[in-house]
């Protein structure tokens, strides 16, 4: 079994791609900023702003899943945060790649996340991994986030970057914005035509990332989307029927999220019909490949 170093460990995928590690016998260990409290085994500190981290988070590691970053919808995009969004992947991935080139070490490979923010707005375009990067802040967060990664490969590592699309949970991401109307009996979708959700459940984002992890072949990037992405009334739909409720399914006018979110409102009105054709060719099987089966899970109490 592998002892893998996950930076992020307390976002979404991080605390649950740690859960699922366990299960399977593999040892984790955290990088994180955890304070000046007593350290719990298995975490470690790292800082950016001085470059310094702690060596021992490498010991007897053979792969890193990189998850560190600001979270992209949290905040508004002033010149700040969109800084400290960039800074917080980039510069995470360089202290990791500087620290590995000039020390000994164990690690042959390093998964790290991205998204599908990274090809833009495409429309109802069929979209694989070939397709050429896209405009606008996402498009460009992404392409240096990769390109941060990428770099290992010349130290001998082997890197992945896995593009995710819009995860679904229970305990948070997307999910619970798109359904807080819903016990109003409001159901809202952005009224924009061919505006697809290339979704997928969490477990199977932490699925593939397992999967890259043990999987020596695989290298590059990689759609980390369900093999069927859904118009957003269609997703809509799905999880009102999931729910079991009588909620209305409602337009609401691209313009009004635009004027309230402005640039921020690429993060929701931008569309990706992500094929999934590579990471299943890679040898991945789905657990949750269907909308039917992730809503049902998710919801099932």
């Known amino acids: 079994m592998a002892k893998v170093l996950i930076t992020g460990a307390s976002g979404l995928v991080g605390t649950r791609l740690s859960e699922l590690l366990k299960a399977q016998g593999h040892e984790v260990n955290k990088l994180g900023r955890t304070g000046k409290g007593r350290r719990k085994p298995g975490t470690f500190n790292w800082d950016l702003t001085t470059g310094k981290i702690d060596e021992r988070a490498f010991e007897g590691v053979s792969a890193i899943a990189h998850l560190a970053g600001a979270g992209i919808a949290d905040e508004r995009w002033t010149n700040n945060r969109k800084k400290e969004i960039i800074d917080s992947r980039v510069k995470s991935a360089e202290l990791l790649f500087n620290y590995l080139k000039t020390h000994k070490h164990t690690v042959k490979t390093i998964v790290s996340a991205s998204a599908v923010g990274y090809y833009g707005d495409c429309g109802a375009e069929k979209v694989t991994e070939e397709h050429a990067p896209g405009d606008g802040f996402l498009a460009d967060v992404c392409k240096q986030w990769e390109a941060s990664v990428q770099q290992f490969a010349a130290i001998g590592i082997r890197p992945v970057m896995c593009r995710l699309g819009i995860v679904l949970s229970q305990d948070g991401g997307a999910l619970p914005e798109l359904t807080k ?74 313009l009004a999220i635009k004027l309230m979110l402005g640039e921020k409102s690429a993060v929701v009105l931008q569309s990706q019909r992500c094929v999934a054709d590579k990471i299943v060719k890679s040898g991945y099987q789905f657990k949750y490949g269907k909308i039917e089966n992730a809503l049902g899970e998710i919801f099932k109490d």
């Open 181 to 254: 109307t819903i016990p109003i009996g409001i159901a809202g979708y952005f009224a924009k035509d061919n505006l697809y959700y290339p979704w997928i459940h969490i477990d199977d984002v932490c699925g593939i990332l397992i999967h890259a992890i043990e999987t020596d072949a695989m290298s590059g990037a990689y759609n980390t989307t369900a093999p069927k992405p859904l118009l957003i009334k269609e997703l809509m739909q799905k999880i009102v029927e999931a729910k079991k409720s009588n909620a209305i399914l409602t337009p609401i006018p691209p």
